[in-house]
């Protein structure tokens, strides 16, 4: 059996020795080889001869394996032109794709179209399984490392740099790298590393100033209602001998910040001469140092009820409460305000919710409030304006004097001399004390009286120091809050920080202690 095995193995081999003979080269006799199963050797051409079969079976097989193998190798001599053409055409088409494509587009379809070929190749030729085992993850990695196309960028604007525009020609294509990488060009710059000084300047430009036209509608509207508000105090009250309503405030001196949004409307109370004396806030029961009390006088040879404003007395004294009170009752009951809005093209009405005597005015263009002071003017030596104010206590009959004249005309006074920027610094530490929740209770006295102090003691006032000014103004107003003292520049007697609570202090000097160590914070 088993040398029958081997005879049938040998049997085998005659196709390619047969193929062999028919190109022309015949076998050659060569050595005995000794296979294993078989007692003894053979020539190689005798033992492609199976024993008990003759000469001319054995040479029939051999003409039937020839035909065999020579239709196998047409075969595959004809996939092989087959497979010749189609990479002819791969080349072809692969050469025309670079200049539709382009470089990156050729390089996908190049990798593609060699993948499919080797599947091709694979299916029309057998292959060994340890073969087709071993470069099967060739393909497979060669398909899985065929790069996505990358979009296309998007048409360059007029306000990308020059130095950003790469022709795509020369630019590598890298079909790896997916992290989005921002060419130099097109990086966003760094911040600015501004000087206090110039972020004051920014600050003053966005929200100080105030436009022209606001200003001036503001104006014309105060002084419409002037007129309007003083013919009807002669209608209402001819026996009462009030002035002429004067329009004013810090919108008119060039003290106002942000917005024009406040304008004071005096209403002057005209007394007689030889018949009113002033006394001071200290030398009455009240012992008020910001007050002055009107006293009547000359009772002996003008007895009570000579004088208009005899209605008003109170123990002897002009009482502002009472003028106030009637001035109040008026301004909401019998003025009519809508048809005076209608002729102003505005919509007017009298604060109800405030001690004062406020009117609040809403026009298309702007919010307006209007704050009539009833005032005495020129009543002392040195003109001091004594508003009727709402005051408490003891002090309620008397008369608050205002020092806001006298301010603003000594800050442009000293302005004027050394064309400072006193004025500046005050709009700036309104502003900043506006805009912050905290700071607005300051107002605007205390900051004058810090800027008045500093105006006096610093020489140079150029816009070059503004800066320097500005942290010299917060170290006062901190020193002073920690203090709880910060005397008035016109009367020292008067403490403008006396009517602070202590939890207020603590959270305005806070604010102001943060904005020392950091200035930015406050702009």
């Not at 005798?46 to 020579?70: E, H, I, K, N």
């Not at 024009?260 to 806030?281: D, F, I, M, N, T």
């Not at 809403?362 to 409030?369: A, D, P, S, Y």
């Not at 009367?491 to 202090?505: A, K």
């Amino acid at each position: 059996m088993e040398r029958v095995r081997s005879r049938r193995a040998l049997g085998l081999e005659l196709g390619p020795v047969c193929l062999r003979c028919l190109w022309g080269h015949p076998p050659a006799l060569g050595p005995r080889r000794s296979f294993p199963g078989l007692s003894r050797s053979i020539p190689k051409p005798v033992r492609a001869l199976r024993p008990g079969r003759s000469t001319a079976s054995s040479s029939r097989c051999a003409d039937t394996g020839a035909q065999a193998d020579m239709a196998e190798f047409s075969q595959k001599r004809d996939k092989q032109h087959g497979s010749e053409g189609l990479g002819s055409a791969m080349d072809f088409l692969l050469a025309n794709a670079r200049l539709v494509l382009g470089v990156g587009g050729a390089a996908v379809l190049g990798i593609a179209t060699l993948a499919v070929k080797r599947l091709i190749d694979r299916a029309t030729s057998p292959r060994d399984e340890d073969d087709t085992k071993g470069d099967g993850w060739k393909e497979l990695s060669l398909l899985k490392a065929t790069p996505h196309q990358q979009p296309r960028p998007p048409p360059i604007t007029l306000s990308q740099p020059r130095s950003s525009l790469i022709p795509s020609s020369s630019a590598p294509v890298r079909s790896t790298d997916t992290s989005p990488q921002s060419p130099a060009g097109l990086s966003s710059q760094a911040p600015l590393c501004l000087t206090l000084q110039e972020k004051l300047l920014a600050f003053e430009h966005d929200h100080v100033a105030i436009p022209a036209a606001q200003v001036a509608l503001a104006k014309q509207l105060a002084g419409d209602i002037a007129l309007e508000l003083q013919a009807y105090l002669r209608n209402k009250f001819p026996e009462l001998p009030f002035g002429a309503l004067v329009p004013g405030g810090p919108l008119y001196d060039g003290l106002q910040a942000g917005a024009a949004e406040h304008v004071r409307l005096l209403v002057p109370v005209v007394l007689e001469p030889g018949l009113w004396s002033l006394v001071p806030g200290v030398d009455t029961v009240a012992r008020d140092p910001r007050c002055w009390a009107v006293r009547r006088t000359q009772l002996e040879f003008c007895p009570r009820g000579s004088s208009p404003w005899d209605r008003f007395l109170v123990g002897g004294y002009f009482s502002s409460r009472v003028l106030l009170e009637l001035l109040r009752k008026a301004l909401a009951a019998s003025v009519n305000w809508p048809a005076i809005g209608g002729l102003l093209g505005c919509l007017i009405r009298p604060s109800v919710a405030s001690e004062e005597l406020l009117l609040e005015v809403q026009h298309e263009r702007l919010e307006l409030t209007v704050a009539v002071l009833v005032a005495v003017p020129g009543a002392s030596a040195n003109d001091h304006l004594l508003l009727a104010w709402p005051l408490e206590g003891l002090a309620g009959n008397l008369w608050l004097q205002d020092l806001y004249p006298v301010e603003a005309a000594r800050l442009r006074a000293l302005d004027d001399q050394d064309a400072g920027t006193r004025r500046r610094l005050l709009l700036l530490l309104c502003a900043v004390c506006h805009r912050h929740p905290a700071l607005g209770q300051l107002g605007r006295s205390p900051l004058t009286q810090v800027v008045l102090r500093l105006g006096e003691e610093e020489a140079d006032w150029a816009e070059e120091v503004l800066g320097e000014r500005f942290l010299q103004a917060l170290e006062l107003l901190v020193g002073s809050l920690e203090q709880s003292s910060l005397p008035c520049h016109f009367n020292p007697s008067v403490n403008l920080l006396g009517s602070f609570r202590e939890e207020e202090i603590d959270a305005i000097g806070y604010v102001l202690y943060s904005g020392l160590q950091a200035p930015e914070g406050l702009l």
